[in-house]
């Protein structure tokens, strides 16, 4: 089992730039699949970004390629989002998720990112 506790959110003006984190606990971080979601009032949850065991291959959402960022560092148990070249369309509440290979099992507590125009 894994607890996930996410940081990061926050205002920032059109155009700039935010990085969200998310630690985990337990000994076992690096065996999952780590991934990033966001959710808009009335819209399902989707997946922005994941990244596999050991640092290995990404998925982006086609809507944040080439501006987002997804990394880990399983010595210290964090998977981070770089979100550049940020629009009001980013605007949501976005969630760390861990899958153990089938489903994402593990949810940290959402956090606001909020994108002026």
């Known amino acids: 089992q894994v607890q996930l506790v996410v940081s990061g959110g926050g205002l920032v003006q059109a155009g700039g730039s935010l990085t969200l984190s998310c630690v985990g606990s337990?000994?076992?971080?690096?065996?999952?699949?780590m991934g990033w979601f966001r959710q808009t009032p009335g819209k399902e949850r989707e997946l922005v970004a994941s990244?596999?065991?050991?640092?290995?291959?990404?998925f982006y959402a086609d809507s944040v390629k080439g501006r987002f960022t997804i990394s880990r560092d399983d010595a210290k148990n964090t998977v981070n989002l770089q979100m550049k070249s940020l629009k009001p369309e980013d605007m949501a509440v976005y969630y760390c998720?861990?899958?153990?290979?089938?489903?994402?099992?593990?949810w940290g507590q959402g956090t606001q990112v909020t994108v002026s125009s």
């Open positions: 337990g000994r076992t971080f690096s065996s999952f699949v």
């Open positions: 998720a861990a899958s153990p290979g089938i489903g994402w099992s593990y």
């Open positions: 990244i596999d065991r050991r640092a290995g291959s990404t």
